[in-house]
């Protein structure tokens, strides 16, 4: 719910709606976007979960990915 409330017109998540909006263009599919935006949220809570940090819009927050990658190569902190 929180991805359609930040796509629609008047919303001031700016930054979740210019993801969605790229991912319509790649996709061609706005059931897609919407799920590929879910999932960059996902990991973005992730992410400041498991930093103990809170969300900061300005600052580019690491993917879920590069925490798996460093998991499979033994160089993951815990």
């Not at 930040?6 to 909006?21: C, F, G, P, T």
Request: charged content about 35%.
């Amino acid at each position: 719910m929180y991805v359609i409330q930040a796509i629609r017109e008047k919303s001031n998540h700016r930054k979740v709606k210019d993801y969605y909006l790229r991912q319509v263009e790649k996709s061609g599919s706005k059931k897609k976007a919407i799920i590929k935006t879910a999932g960059k949220v996902i990991e973005w809570v992730y992410y400041c979960l498991k930093h103990r940090e809170p969300f900061n819009w300005e600052v580019k927050h690491e993917t879920q990915q590069e925490d798996i990658s460093q998991a499979y190569s033994g160089q993951a902190e815990d």
